[in-house]
């Protein structure tokens, strides 16, 4: 029994070191979440500023742009998955990665053949495991995007689109990642980043119509520097909203695990004092039996 004890105490000082480990994992998420989030936030007003922008222009310029007319010459489909760097953030890689199997299962269906670029560790680790090609990957800094990190992501989903067949272009750009809705809601989802869809002449609701403008040199011009400009700030909202879904994550699965460890606890100090009330017991009968003995052998 005094072996069973120290077998529990053993348990009851390790599980203490992990509850302070993750006790430790949830403060530093919490006390980052609230800037990814208003980081993730504070990106729509300018994204939809560039939305309206692009609509006024495209009514005024010839849309035959090739990022938004499209391209039929090749069935190569880039999908890029924004995943996490580290772990211990509960299902969060797990369910982009759920959402990106059925977009490639779909994919191919329609007989198109999707390469992947992959955003994080966790992504790049599994489509490497199950013999997937990769064709380009970014790790680290995915709870902390850089608007360097979010150009350089763009550009090369850009250069694959506007490639040439035979240099590896590509038809359609795909992003998997997740939304940021609340603090206890984040959503896996799939957008189609190129080719792009311009509403011509569609005012939306609740704004005013787009005022006419002069265009210097050109619309057309102005929308080729709009558009790229446009795609390098989806995608950098993309990773903004990702990186406030990974550290709210993060911080509710670290939460719960510091209360399965107190749970733990409780249950092995329980059994620690079962087991040595056993030992007292026994020594107690031990001791009484001796005494016993010794009376009748008198």
Do not use: C
Request: charged share 25%; aromatic share 6%; no cysteine.
């Amino acid at each position: 029994m005094a072996g069973e004890q120290r077998v529990y105490k053993q348990k009851i000082r390790a599980t203490q070191t992990l509850k302070k480990m993750f006790r430790a994992m949830e403060l530093i998420a919490a006390s980052r979440i609230g800037k990814a989030r208003k980081a993730a936030q504070g990106a729509d007003p300018y994204t939809r500023a560039l939305i309206r922008a692009v609509s006024a222009v495209a009514a005024h310029a010839n849309l035959d742009h090739p990022l938004i007319s499209g391209r039929d010459d090749t069935p190569r489909v880039a999908v890029l998955v924004v995943t996490s760097d580290r772990g211990m953030a509960g299902a969060y890689s797990a369910t982009v990665l759920r959402a990106t199997e059925r977009l490639l299962e779909e994919l191919e269906e329609q007989g198109k053949k999707p390469v992947l670029f992959v955003s994080g560790r966790r992504g790049e680790g599994y489509f490497r495991f199950r013999g997937r090609e990769v064709v380009r990957s970014w790790t680290g800094g995915s709870d902390a995007p850089t608007a360097e990190r979010a150009g350089e992501i763009a550009d090369t989903l850009l250069s694959a689109f506007l490639a040439p067949e035979e240099e590896g272009g590509v038809s359609e750009v795909h992003v998997v990642f997740t939304r940021f809705v609340s603090m206890v809601s984040q959503v896996p989802e799939v957008r189609r980043m190129l080719p792009l869809e311009v509403v011509e002449g569609v005012t939306p609701p609740g704004q005013e119509p787009l005022p006419l403008y002069e265009f210097e040199p050109s619309a057309d011009e102005v929308l080729d520097a709009l558009l790229p400009m446009y795609v390098r700030r989806r995608i950098h909202s993309e990773l903004l909203m990702a990186a406030a879904s990974e550290l709210a994550a993060r911080q509710q699965a670290m939460h719960t695990a510091t209360d399965n460890a107190e749970d733990l606890i409780r249950d092995y100090t329980r059994l620690a004092n079962t087991a040595r009330q056993a030992d007292i017991t026994s020594e107690i009968t031990e001791i009484v039996s001796g005494a016993d003995a010794l009376a009748s052998s008198r």
